[in-house]
C-alpha cells in the first residue's frame, strides 16, 4: 500500500491503470532503503550534496537525532546502521519536503 503508493509518487513504479494528478507544490521526500551516498562520503558532504536548506539548518536538525559534529564528519560507511539511517533522514528533512 504505501509503499507502493509513494514509489509510483516518485516515478520508481508504474500504475496498473489510472492517472495520477500531483499538485505543482508538491515537494515529496522518500526514505530509500537503499544507499544514496557516494563511496567514503562524510556526513556533511552528503548533507551539502542533497539539501536545498542551508547546511548549518539541516545539521540543527541533527541535535533532535542525537547526531553531533563529530558523527556529521565521519565517513557515512563507518557508522553503525542507526546513525546512516539519522544521516539520511536528515538529509531529506534538508530537502524541506511537504510530504514524505
Known sequence: ????????????QE???GKIVKSQALRL????QHDTWNDGETGNSFLE???????WQVKSMGR??????EVFAKPISSLSGGYRMRIKLIGLLG??????
Do not use: C, H
Not at 530537502?95 to 514524505?100: F, G, H, T, V, Y
Open 1 to 12: 500500500g504505501k509503499t507502493t503508493l509513494f514509489k509510483i509518487l516518485i516515478g520508481e
Open 64 to 69: 533532535y537525532l542525537q547526531v553531533s559534529e
Open 49 to 55: 550534496r542533497t539539501s536545498v536548506l542551508p547546511l
Open 29 to 32: 521526500a522518500y526514505l530509500s
Open 95 to 100: 530537502q524541506d519536503p511537504n510530504l514524505m
Open 15 to 17: 500504475l496498473d491503470s
